[in-house]
DNA sequence: CATGAATGAGCGTTCATTCAT
DNA sequence: TATGAATGAACGCTCATTCAT
């Protein structure tokens, strides 16, 4: 009798996440609605009695996933950034290849396209997805940009509508890429999108005669 | 009985179209799953029977809407830009500008706020759309900027990634607003997001020394 | 074609009727509890869905049934009784014969045996029994009984406690034979035991002259 | 660890017992179909697993509830009223003052009122109740009416429907009470129903020397 | 063309019961 | 004995689709 015997794994603590994990594959495959509690039971191994064990709804499988998902983010401390002290465009550029980073794992993609294609169903999804994630990261870049606005390290933009600037090219090139399958030959790419996002980016939002990028 | 007599009217041949208006609406409201065709017939003033009679199923609706949104930017002629012959920032920025005006009017807004919403269940849809709209925006973009690389107007940027920079501050703005509700205090401020944009944009892509934004 | 052809029958208004005698038989067969809505559908002679169609639940039927029983009640001019100016035990005995006659019909047991069956689950059933039937009939009674005793036509008792004694033993009666089949031999006999019972009601059991209470 | 701790306590041979006093105020809060073998576990402070330990099913729950209420009674020897030899009255005013005592003491209302709520979706309890209880006192009154009717100790009626009338106010006083909510100012009043309800039953309505039945 | 009554497959959820520990 | 995690059959309700009128 071994460790992945049913017998043995039966009280194994792990089993919401295993639910969690299951969810996640089927909501993705077929989206929520088309997704039957049978099916994610049967992906986790368990009866679908079980999954309401652990969970009180089909829905509060979605708002698994994503409390999930999300904790580390909100946990992280995100906005050390804002009490960075030199030049704004490192921690920017920090941002954006940790996004790159997090992004080239197509397990780390699950999540947020899941998010993506569902969202507008669950508010309550989105208003967790806005106050842990969006409402700690937005308002951070906005800072650093900012404050580096005003150091004059970098040139008078708006701070609030240029984080949509730092983040957007890389969201359409996902959104391009999962949603609508337009990716370049190579495939996804991100490292040439991010080469050249930073690129303009910088450029753009130097000072003129600006340095090189970082 | 005069012009203005439901019954009149009802014999129009503009029936169709009053159904995808009201299935537009519902659809925006409570999105496809949990609209049942009935409220779309009833808002349309006809009964149930006479969506069917012409639309084959709640899913051409939907692929309908789609369709008569997408028809008009298929036939026009996008390509035109490509043959532009001056400073390719010049018709970037009326894209940016046509853009802009669309997404101004609440009512543009719809369709591609739905289709946001539902695209990932309705492969066909991101098909067509993708299709209609994006292979034939996207690679007329992309060969503008190689055109303006080429012709030294423009840095030496990547030009298929660059697309994304053009497009997505854009995208991610209207995301945030829309998805989650991260808006300025001031609205939407479309204009203001477009200004900055651009500025970045202009600074960034333009070779060392650049002019002003057009 | 002919009136009982299913064709035909389709938008025949008694159609929530039909349903309704349909549950009221498998009620009383099963228990509400223990009746799927398919088989009420079934008996209906129609599909599930339909019984939704004319009732939003199960419990609606159930209602339903009830509602319909009770409203001949609730409209028949009850009161009168209580101007009756002769001798109280004329419209007593008329109450009795009235009830007997009723009981008598085993389909007009079906509804109060249901009801006794199902109350204690259905508050809302409970409540508008008592107040349309209940309700009326007794303050009814003890308002007759109460102008007996004042006219001296009947003895100082007290009149709201008789009411009891003049229903009791019929609703004893019932319950025996209904409830735990315990019914005399020749079945239900309820002449009999409604002439036994005005007997004593009229005159107590105690031989004529008979001696104080012991 | 002293004797009342719960983990001495819990090895009492009292344990089927508690858990049929916690049937027994959960079925009565909630009806039977409405309890959740899960709860009544957790007001018997043990676990499901344990409730199944003494009780095969949730059915017998319901039937212990009521085989323990009825044993004493079926025990207790009921006949020997039919033995008695003086005046009959004598026996029947005793045995509505017992039912009196009981009816008073709500904890003792419990068990009738749930078998009353329940006992016909359990022809097996009906039955149980039927020989146990009412198989035993209704003859034995029978019988004790029968035998004043033939000593002349009472007036001529017909033994078994005069049963009906004995016992039938009360029952149809704490119907009306219990299912109905319709008891009188004071509460429930039992002993002006009873004193009432035997003035009645020994002597009838009617003045002395009473005319015909109208 | 238009209606809307009727259909019935489909699914989320509950809960009595079992059984490995 | 006692536990409580796991099971899975069962059922109420929805709604896209059809079709007789």
Redesign the interface.
């Known amino acids: 009798m071994n460790n992945t015997d049913k017998k043995f794994r039966r009280r194994a603590e792990a089993r919401p996440d295993e639910m969690l994990d299951a969810a996640l594959a089927v909501f993705s495959e077929k989206?929520f609605?088309?997704t039957k509690v049978d099916e994610v039971a049967r992906r986790a191994g368990v009866s679908k009695g079980t999954v309401y064990l652990y969970f009180p709804s089909k829905e509060a499988l979605m708002e698994g996933i994503v409390r999930r998902a999300v904790a580390p983010i909100a946990e992280r401390a995100v906005p050390d950034m804002a009490q960075f002290e030199g030049d704004p465009r490192l921690p920017i550029a920090m941002l954006v290849h940790t996004l790159q980073n997090l992004l080239s794992d197509p397990n780390n993609l699950a999540v947020p396209r899941l998010i993506?294609?569902e969202?507008?169903?669950f508010p309550a999804i989105?208003e967790l997805?806005?106050r842990e994630v969006?409402?700690k990261v937005?308002p951070a870049l906005t800072a650093l940009v900012a404050r580096g606005v005003a150091s004059g390290q970098l040139?008078k933009?708006?701070p609030?509508?240029?984080v949509?600037?730092i983040?957007?090219?890389?969201?359409?090139?996902v959104?391009?890429s999962e949603?609508?399958?337009?990716r370049?030959e190579e495939g996804l790419?991100l490292d040439?999108?991010v080469?050249?996002?930073l690129?303009?980016?910088?450029?753009?939002?130097?000072p003129?005669?600006g340095e090189e990028t970082p």
Do not use: K, Q, W
Not at 167 to 173: C, L
Not at 179 to 182: E, I, L
């Open positions: 989206g609605a088309a993506l294609r969202i507008m169903n989105a997805y806005r969006l409402g937005i040139r933009v708006d609030e509508m240029t949509r600037s983040v957007g090219p890389i969201v359409a090139h959104a391009l949603v609508f399958g337009m370049p790419a040439r999108l080469e050249n996002h690129d303009i980016l910088f450029h753009g939002i130097s003129a005669g």
